[in-house]
């Protein structure tokens, strides 16, 4: 069981939109600690998409965005491609087990 | 642009020590940045480890703090992992990672490929 909820598969249509939640606890989201994503794509090791909620490291295209409210996070891909099939993890700080805390990862499927 | 290697045994006996190397070219260990280990059991999330700065401050996840030793040499450019009395549940991709800091949270920025480890007799 993950600290943060993540839902386990989403899918889109190439050129479309799909967006994956990241719900977390007043211990962590809620707390104000910042939220992370990562893609993983099929063997490979992760790579980080997002950091500090909404920032992209040099390299990732602007497709990829990343937001937060409350006690919950989003990562937002538009313009799927075929190439954006991978799983994706979301990943926060969390004060009362003073512990990095992950979600349990979103498969996303172009159809 | 900062490169991470993963390096030691791939299988190791149940109740004994597991032990890995991450060899970091690119960037030099000593000039800053937190350094850390996450891991993947088969088919499933990620799970942080540890990180240590370069000056040595560490920081274990609190529930393998009593296994683990998490170590850097700063000569060599590397930094090590150590997990004592493994079992099968130690199964897992061993990722090394260089690891950033927003003002309240960290997160692994560039990662090593990782180093499947079986925990087995």
């Known amino acids: 069981q993950s600290v943060l909820t993540q839902p386990p598969s989403v899918s889109g249509a190439p050129g479309q939109k799909v967006t994956i939640s990241c719900t977390g606890s007043d211990s962590n989201i809620g707390a104000g600690y910042h939220v992370h994503w990562y893609q993983q794509l099929p063997r490979t090791a992760p790579k980080l998409l997002i950091y500090?909620?909404?920032n992209r490291p040099s390299g990732v295209p602007d497709r990829f965005s990343g937001s937060k409210s409350g006690t919950s996070a989003s990562l937002a891909i538009s313009g799927l491609q075929a190439d954006d099939e991978a799983d994706y993890y979301c990943q926060s700080y969390d004060y009362r087990l003073s512990d990095w805390v992950f979600g349990g990862g979103t498969k996303l499927s172009v159809l | 642009q900062v490169q991470l290697q993963e390096s030691g045994p791939g299988l190791v006996k149940p109740s004994e020590t597991l032990s890995l190397t991450c060899s970091v070219s690119g960037y030099s260990i000593s000039s800053g940045f937190y350094w850390g280990w996450i891991r993947q059991a088969p088919g499933k999330g990620l799970e942080w480890i540890a990180s240590?700065?370069?000056?040595?401050?560490?920081h274990y996840n609190p529930s393998l703090r009593s296994r683990v030793t998490i170590s850097v040499d700063t000569s060599k450019n590397q930094f090590s992992l150590k997990m004592n009395s493994v079992t099968a549940t130690d199964t897992a991709v061993y990722y090394c990672?260089?690891?950033?800091?927003?003002?309240?949270?960290?997160?692994?920025?560039?990662w090593g490929q990782g180093s499947l480890v079986t925990v087995s007799s």
């Open positions: 990672a260089r690891v950033d800091c927003t003002n309240n949270s960290c997160y692994g920025a560039s």
């Open positions: 500090g909620d909404y």
């Open positions: 240590i700065w370069h000056s040595g401050t560490t």
